[in-house]
């Protein structure tokens, strides 16, 4: 019996960046060779390391499929979710910035941290009165 199993992976249903992010997950357990004889398909062979037997490489094979299943929803969870990452490290950098690069206001002008357009760095005696 060989020690090799092959899977034929369509690109329809997995993405390429997909099956890359996959394997590499089972390079340490089985040597991997992808190729490409079909449009749209992608053969991988997995063949056996030293002292790994079918069994176990049938294993490799179910769990690789498990893996290439969680890469694709990776992958789709990352673009979905594409513009809020872009919009929070956009957050992150300006804030960044710091206090003596100033925040511009209406694009013109320059807001420094003395300025409390809404009263809020007033102290409540000066803004209540004491009691």
Not at 3 to 17: A, G, R, S
Not at 76 to 87: A, D, F, G, Q, V
């Given at each position: 019996?060989e020690?090799?199993?092959?899977?034929?992976?369509?690109?329809?249903?997995?993405?390429?960046?997909a099956?890359?992010?996959a394997?590499y997950?089972?390079?340490?357990k089985?040597?991997i060779?992808l190729d490409?004889?079909?449009?749209?398909?992608?053969?991988?062979?997995?063949?056996?390391k030293?002292g790994?037997?079918?069994?176990t490489?049938?294993?490799?094979?179910?769990?690789?499929?498990?893996e290439?299943?969680?890469?694709?929803?990776?992958?789709?969870?990352?673009?979905?979710?594409?513009?809020?990452?872009?919009?929070?490290?956009?957050?992150?950098?300006f804030?960044a910035?710091?206090?003596?690069?100033?925040i511009?206001?209406?694009n013109e002008e320059?807001?420094?941290?003395?300025?409390?357009?809404l009263?809020?760095a007033?102290?409540w005696e000066?803004?209540?009165?004491?009691?």
């Open positions: 019996m020690n090799k199993i092959k899977v034929i992976v369509d690109l329809n249903i997995y993405p390429l960046e099956i890359y992010g394997a997950v089972f390079v340490d089985a040597y060779f490409s004889k079909e449009e749209e398909k992608v053969e991988i062979n997995f063949r056996a030293e790994t037997d079918f069994s490489l049938e294993k490799i094979e179910g769990e690789f499929m498990n290439l299943l969680n890469y694709t929803l990776r992958l789709k969870l990352s673009e979905t979710n594409k513009k809020i990452r872009e919009y929070v490290v956009e957050q992150a950098l804030s910035l710091g206090r003596e690069e100033g511009l206001k209406n320059k807001f420094e941290f003395e300025d409390d357009p009263g809020i007033i102290p000066d803004k209540y009165g004491k009691k």
